[in-house]
């Protein structure tokens, strides 16, 4: 079965950093996409920032130039990097993973596998 467990969360004020991490197994991990999505109360999960297997990433408009999605292979981890955090991205944050190659799609819906979230407070 296919694990993903997220850290790093928490609560940070404006301006702010945090790295977010996901811990992946039963994967595998170098083929395939990986990404973050978020989900604020009452909105729909949007995407964050996607990876795929070549190293090609996609980010949210909203996050540009703010956040950075990596990969540690050695490790099985996934990391996002945030910077200069707002209180617009403040939500529950989620890894997700899906085995297809190909492009991957920033949108929830194509996504397989999704581990528990982390929950990100700006203020």
């Known amino acids: 079965d296919v694990q993903l467990v997220e850290s790093g969360g928490g609560s940070v004020q404006t301006g702010g950093s945090l790295r977010l991490s996901c811990v992946v197994s039963?994967?595998?991990?170098?083929?395939?996409?990986m990404g973050w999505f978020r989900q604020a109360p009452g909105k729909e999960r949007e995407g964050v920032a996607v990876l795929d297997s070549d190293g090609t990433t996609t980010y949210g408009d909203s996050v540009k130039g703010r956040f950075t999605i990596s990969k540690d292979n050695a490790k099985n981890t996934l990391y996002l990097q945030m910077n200069d955090l707002k209180p617009e991205d403040s939500g529950m944050y989620y890894c997700?993973?899906?085995?297809?190659?190909?492009?991957?799609?920033?949108?929830?819906?194509?996504?397989?596998?999704w581990g528990q979230g982390t929950q990100v407070t700006v203020s």
């Open positions: 997700a993973a899906d085995p297809r190659g190909g492009y991957c799609y920033p949108t929830a819906t194509f996504f397989k596998d």
């Open positions: 039963g994967y595998t991990y170098n083929s395939g996409c």
